[in-house]
C-alpha cells in the first residue's frame, strides 16, 4: 500500500508466520504449511477485532487484530460491504478476487501474495489478509523497484516502462528494477489479469520478500492487465516461469480449478487457463494490446 494507508503494526506472536526462512524467496508448490498454515487457520478461525482504518484506501479497510488459543496476528479486513461499485466488474466481488489472487499465487511455488482467506467479520463477509510490515527506507532495508530518470535509456538494472509528464513541460523516463522478485509478480500478474499492479502494490518485506497485494480488480475475463511491470514485454519467459505455467495448467484442471470457481464466473476461470495457455504457446512476456489503458492511474 502507499505509505499514507499504512499504520504501526506490532507484529505477529506465537507461532502463526509466513513461511520460508529470510533468504528463501519462494514458498512450497503445495499451498499453505507449517507457519503459513497456522497463518491460514489464525485468519480463517480467530477472533476478528478491528484497531483502525487505514486511510486514503478507495475501498474500506480496516486494520485488524486476529487471535485465536493464544495466537494473535495483525491483518488487514476489507468488508464486501464497504466496496465500491465498479463499472466493470460485477458489485462485491472484490473480496473473492484476492482470495483467488492468493490461491493462483500459492499455487506457483512463489509465495506472492500474504495469507488471504474469505471469512465472516464485524461488518459481515469480506477479506482478510496476514499484515506484513515494510521494509524501512530510511535504515536501507527497503528496495528501489522503481523510479523516474532524465536518460533517455534505463540504467544498468533497470528496465524502461513509458516515458511520463513531470510537469513544466519536461518528461522522465519511468523505470522499474530488473528484479527477479518483480519478475514473477509480473507473471503473477498476467495470468490472474490485474488491472491495477500500481508502485503501492509492492509491499518489500525486512526478510526480502516481495509480495503483491491489492488484487481486487484482478480475473476480469476480458483483457484488462494495467501494470507498471512492463519492462520485460515481449521478453523470452525464463525456464523457472515455463516450469510455474505447466504446474498451474496441472492445477487449474483439479483442486486449483474448483476452488477458483468457488470464487469466479465459469468464463472468468476459464479465462485464467486460456491465459495460461497463451503464455506458454508465445513462450515470451506479454505486452501492451492498445485495447485497453495500460498503465494504471495514479501509478502510485
Not at 498454515?37 to 478491528?50: K, P, S, Y
Amino acid at each position: 500500500m502507499p505509505a499514507p494507508e499504512r499504520v504501526p503494526a506490532g507484529g505477529l506472536t506465537g507461532d502463526a508466520g509466513t513461511s520460508g526462512d529470510p533468504g528463501d524467496t519462494t514458498g512450497p508448490p503445495g499451498g499453505p504449511s507449517g507457519a503459513a498454515g497456522d497463518a491460514m487457520e489464525l485468519l480463517t478461525r480467530g477472533e476478528l477485532t478491528v484497531r483502525g482504518r487505514l486511510r486514503d484506501a478507495s475501498n474500506a479497510v480496516l486494520y485488524c487484530e486476529v487471535a485465536l488459543d493464544g495466537r494473535t496476528a495483525e491483518c488487514v479486513y476489507k468488508p464486501v460491504a464497504g466496496e465500491r461499485p465498479l463499472w466493470d466488474f460485477p458489485d462485491g466481488t472484490l473480496a473473492e478476487r484476492e482470495v483467488a489472487a492468493y490461491l493462483v499465487s500459492e499455487a506457483t511455488g512463489w509465495s506472492l501474495v500474504p495469507p488471504t482467506v474469505l471469512r465472516d467479520g464485524p461488518y459481515g463477509e469480506g477479506m482478510c489478509q496476514l499484515w506484513i510490515d515494510e521494509a524501512d527506507e530510511e535504515s536501507g532495508q527497503a528496495p528501489e523497484l522503481l523510479a523516474l530518470v532524465e536518460e533517455d535509456e534505463p540504467g544498468e538494472g533497470w528496465k524502461a516502462v513509458v516515458r511520463a509528464e513531470v510537469g513544466g513541460g519536461r518528461t522522465a523516463l519511468l523505470v522499474h528494477a530488473d528484479d527477479p522478485r518483480l519478475r514473477r509478480i509480473a507473471l503473477l500478474d498476467a495470468v490472474i489479469n490485474n488491472a491495477d499492479r500500481k508502485g503501492g502494490h509492492l509491499l518489500p518485506a525486512p526478510d526480502g520478500r516481495l509480495y503483491g497485494i491489492d488484487h481486487g480488480i484482478a480475473f476480469h475475463a476480458e483483457d484488462k492487465l494495467r501494470t507498471l511491470l512492463w519492462g520485460w514485454a515481449d521478453e523470452p519467459l525464463p525456464e523457472d516461469a515455463v516450469e510455474v505455467l505447466r504446474r498451474l495448467t496441472d492445477a487449474l484442471k483439479g483442486g486449483l480449478g474448483a476452488r477458483l470457481a468457488e470464487l469466479l464466473t465459469d468464463a472468468e476461470v476459464a479465462a485464467v487457463g486460456t491465459r495460461v495457455a497463451d503464455l506458454l504457446r508465445t513462450g515470451r512476456y506479454p505486452r501492451p494490446s492498445g485495447q485497453w489503458p495500460a498503465i494504471p492511474w495514479p501509478p502510485v
